[in-house]
């Protein structure tokens, strides 16, 4: 039997707490990936505002299924004495929140400082170990990890380590999903969904791109978390995360909207891979 949860970056429907939870609530996903509340990055927030969202999540049966926060993406020259700081921090408020996983990156203008790569990566790693919080390293384009071979590399040189695999984004660095799927098949511990059409850089609702995401569905056994990073609008908090323009192939009136769209063609793909939506779990035989 084959299990998927779904989970989703809910800032991309609102802003506001309140919105992100009925979001959540109106498409019967009971999991978030916590990237931006009430304006401000996670990673920014105070242990006490922390602990006040987390009441809120608690009485609305929502859980924090990972932090999505932007460690990694700064520069490889910069001190480390900051990113140790604010890793401390965010697992501090991971803690708090109720998460054990923290989506992080593998630096910019690190192509040519990979020793340098690995070294802060496994002491991010044991760091995170003190807090009870494993790391998730996901590609991203111009990280040192945006491609498979530099991906597979920090795979076998950073013990505990857990990984992401973003289709999107793979597709943005010019790698074919049929390779990358081959190449990761067995080792990816979740799932971001993400799609795009290669061509044209537009992205789009999963299954309408070439991110071949209804194969993974297919492909995948025991039970697996995918979490919707759509990106079909802007939204508040993306240029504090992301420097690039997003292109679009439809648009959509509002966020609300753009998110119900996502969530729904996930359902779609789904359904067609032969899934049966049972409570918050779907469920293929």
Known sequence: MVKVKLCAFSDEAASSLEGQIEALKRNNIPYMEMR???????????EEEAKEI????????????????PIGKSKIQDSFEEVEKLLRHTC??????????????????????????????RKMVAIAKEYGVKLHHENEKDIYGDIASRVLDIMEN????CHIYDPANYLQVGEKAEDTQRIF??????????????????????????????DILSSIDGEKT???EPHLAVF?????IDKTVMKHKFTYKTSTESFDAAVAAMKDLLAKA?????????VKE
């Open 36 to 46: 931006g509340v009430d304006g401000k990055n996670v990673t920014a927030l105070t």
């Open 54 to 69: 987390r009441e809120k999540l608690d009485a609305n049966g929502i859980q924090v299924w990972s932090i999505g926060s």
């Open 92 to 121: 501090s408020l991971a803690n708090i929140l109720g998460a054990d996983k923290i989506r992080m990156f593998s630096f910019f203008e690190a192509y040519d400082s990979r020793d340098e790569v690995i070294s802060r990566l």
């Open 158 to 161: 950073v013990e505990g380590l």
């Open 185 to 214: 098949a067995g080792k990816i511990d979740y799932y971001h969904v993400k799609d795009v059409i290669a061509e044209t850089d537009q992205l789009v609702p999963a299954g309408q791109g070439d991110g071949k995401i209804g």
């Open 226 to 228: 995918f979490t919707l």
């Open 236 to 240: 508040e908090g993306y240029s504090h």
């Open 274 to 282: 032969g899934y049966q939506e049972i409570g918050d779990t779907f």
